[in-house]
Every structure is written in structure tokens, then in C-alpha cells.
């Protein structure tokens, strides 16, 4: 015989594809977009032709050695690499725009 407290049925759980937007912690994520690594890797080729060394696995995490990497390929003389700075901040600018990521 089923219970008449509704809070004491069994529920479906949810689904792992399906989150609860509801939930604290899946209303705080936001979407992140994968930043673009063969613009990532033609930029350190660039900084490196330059002679200036660029750890892209620390770009990747490191929000504020990004942007100081992104100001030096600024100051350069080389337009490519300027332009290469220039899609890469817009890059990490979109990503800074959505709501705090839980990492």
C-alpha cells in the first residue's frame, strides 16, 4: 500500500545529461568555451620569434599571466602577433563575461 505522504514516495532520479536547474550548484555553472589552442600555439610561435616565452598550459589556467602575455604581444611591432593578441583577449573575454565557473 503506497504511502499518502507524497515526501516519503520513491523519486526518479535525475538524470547525470539532465541537470536540475534548480539545484545551488548546477544554477551557479556556466558554459565555458574551449579556448582556440591552434590560435593558442601560432600566438607562442609568435611570442617565441619575438623572444618572449609563453607557457600555454599556464595561459589555460591562469587568468591573469594570460592577460600579461596578451599586453606584451601588444606592445610588439609584429601586426600578427598583435592580431593574434587581440583574438585570443576575445576569447578570454567571452569566457569572463558568463557568470563564475565552479572548477
Request: charged share 20%; glycine share 0%; hydrophobic share 40%.
Amino acid at each position: 500500500m503506497p504511502h499518502a505522504d507524497p515526501r516519503l514516495q520513491p523519486t526518479t532520479p535525475a538524470s547525470a545529461d539532465t541537470p536540475d536547474e534548480h539545484h545551488p550548484v548546477t544554477a551557479a555553472l556556466a558554459p565555458v568555451l574551449a579556448l582556440p589552442i591552434i590560435e593558442m600555439a601560432r600566438f607562442r610561435r609568435l611570442m617565441n620569434y619575438e623572444g618572449w616565452d609563453v607557457d600555454l598550459p599556464r595561459m589555460c589556467t591562469d587568468t591573469a599571466y594570460a592577460h600579461q602575455c596578451l599586453a606584451t604581444a601588444h606592445t610588439s611591432s609584429d601586426a600578427r602577433l598583435r592580431q593574434a593578441a587581440l583574438q585570443l583577449f576575445e576569447a578570454y573575454d567571452r569566457n569572463s563575461r558568463a557568470a563564475p565557473v565552479l572548477h
